[in-house]
């Protein structure tokens, strides 16, 4: 009866061992995306068999997330075996490649963001056709370009402080809108192209789920949908200084403020 109990515990082990090696083999970001939604930048950097499942490790904006995949199905957390956590023994082993994944992660971004500076600083009477208003100071000690979106709140966050400090700050700022966000943000970027609203309309501009169109800012979205492609900004907020000495990709407010001082 032992024998028989051991030979098929063993039976099952290898089995569940033989799925594990099928199911990492198939394995990749596509599969993962077929069961959730992963950010772009999502990179899986470790699988290995993991008592009958595969462990999967995805870094996500330099952040190591743990997964426990079956056939159809993905779990997210840490697996504790034998009053041992196995996702901690997982990580620490890769804790010197998850370092280097993100050192050269970022070394990629800073590349790509000097990139874009120089693309903008090339071209920076497009950026100056595309400005659909300006405020802040008559006598600027800085100009900057904002590009941004009606639909993104952080962008809107960004350009309140801008607004409420501008003056003082001796900031002029030149905004484009470009609507990256769906139909609701192109609908409000239309609405404030083709109404020629400034700053203060264009943050308390309303949603009232009618469908907005007009030639200009058609012709205007499909002139930046090709520009910003060129640039490889997929991305708002995005501030440009004017003579090209610096950018902010994102709505990282205490950087900006850290280029304007």
């Known amino acids: 009866m032992r024998k ?3 030979f098929i515990f063993m039976y099952f082990s290898l089995i569940l061992n ?4 099928e199911i990492c083999s ?4 596509k599969w993962l995306e077929n069961h959730a939604p992963f950010p772009e930048n999502a990179k899986i950097i470790s699988k290995k068999d993991q008592f009958g499942l595969c462990e999967v490790v995805v870094l996500i904006n330099d952040n190591p997330l743990p997964l426990y995949c079956g056939k ?3 779990i997210s957390g840490r697996m504790f075996s034998e009053k041992e956590v196995v996702t901690a023994k997982t990580m620490d082993s890769l804790s010197k490649e998850i370092e280097g994944v993100k050192i050269s992660q970022k070394d990629k971004e800073k590349e790509e963001a000097d990139k874009r500076l120089l693309f903008f600083k090339e071209n920076i009477d497009k950026l100056k056709e595309f400005t659909a208003f300006e405020f802040g100071s008559q006598n600027p000690v800085s100009t900057i370009f904002v590009v941004t979106d009606p639909g993104c709140s952080h962008c809107k966050h960004l350009l309140y402080w801008l607004r409420d400090n501008s003056i003082e700050r001796k900031i002029k700022i030149k905004t484009i809108i470009f609507p990256l966000m769906g139909d609701l943000s192109r609908d409000k970027a239309s ?5 020629n609203l400034g700053i203060n309309e264009y943050l308390e501009i309303k949603d009232d789920s009618k469908p907005y169109i007009c030639e200009k800012s058609e012709n205007l979205f499909e002139k930046q949908e090709a520009f910003f492609k060129s640039a490889d900004l997929r991305f708002v907020p995005y501030i440009f200084e004017e003579s090209g000495k610096w950018s902010v990709e994102g709505s990282d407010l205490s950087e900006l403020k850290k280029k304007l001082n």
């Open 4 to 6: 028989t109990v051991i």
């Open 18 to 21: 033989l799925n594990a090696g």
């Open 26 to 29: 198939q394995i990749d970001m």
């Open 72 to 74: 159809d199905f993905f």
């Open 191 to 195: 609405k404030t192209i083709c109404g």
